[in-house]
């Protein structure tokens, strides 16, 4: 019996195509559970409150903790090509402008601590990464795709949200928008 190349290439592309369905499916329901509640944050009003902990096990409150920052609340998760590729883009504008009030919140969804430490190996983040196991934090700030970026300002107020990619420049101009206000 004589296989055609050109099945097998299908029938893969086929499964591959029907396991990434499967995943998204999956993770869309994570994201919005069971309610049929969509949350629309808009720009001018105040950030919903949060506790997390971070990878050390501290406990990290938004707004208590960053009160008198400028804040990048950036969801993320390890399987967001993406995200891999502008963590190390932010942590560059992290230095430059830490010192001046920004403050930068990496909130994970969904992973487990070893998952997201063997991700952050060899990155040399120096921000906060924050756990949401559950998810409650991204359902509450409406997110539904990543990467996506909330900035806030010095007072807790919603200013920008950025969904998809974001580069090094476009990131900068923005935070340095904030901080100078």
Known sequence: MVKKAGCDVRRN??????????????????????SDKKVILRSGQ?????????????????????KGKVVAVRFWADWCKSCAEEMPEMEKVYK???????????????????VVEKFLKGLDISYMVLLDPGGAVTKR?????????????????????????????????????????
């Open 46 to 66: 105040p950030a919903p409150g949060f506790s997390l902990i971070d990878m050390t096990g501290r406990t990290v409150r938004v707004p208590e903790d960053v």
């Open 141 to 181: 700030y409406g997110i539904t795709g990543l990467p996506t970026t909330i900035i806030l300002d010095r007072d807790g107020i919603i200013r920008q949200k950025i969904l998809g990619e974001t580069g090094k420049k476009a990131f900068e101009e923005i935070v340095l928008e904030r901080l100078q206000k």
């Open 96 to 114: 430059g402008y830490a010192d001046k009030g920004l403050v930068i919140l990496a909130v994970n969804i969904g992973q487990e601590k070893g």
């Open 13 to 34: 592309a086929g499964r591959l195509f029907f396991t990434s369905l499967l995943v998204c499916l999956l993770f869309c329901s994570f994201l919005y559970g069971c």
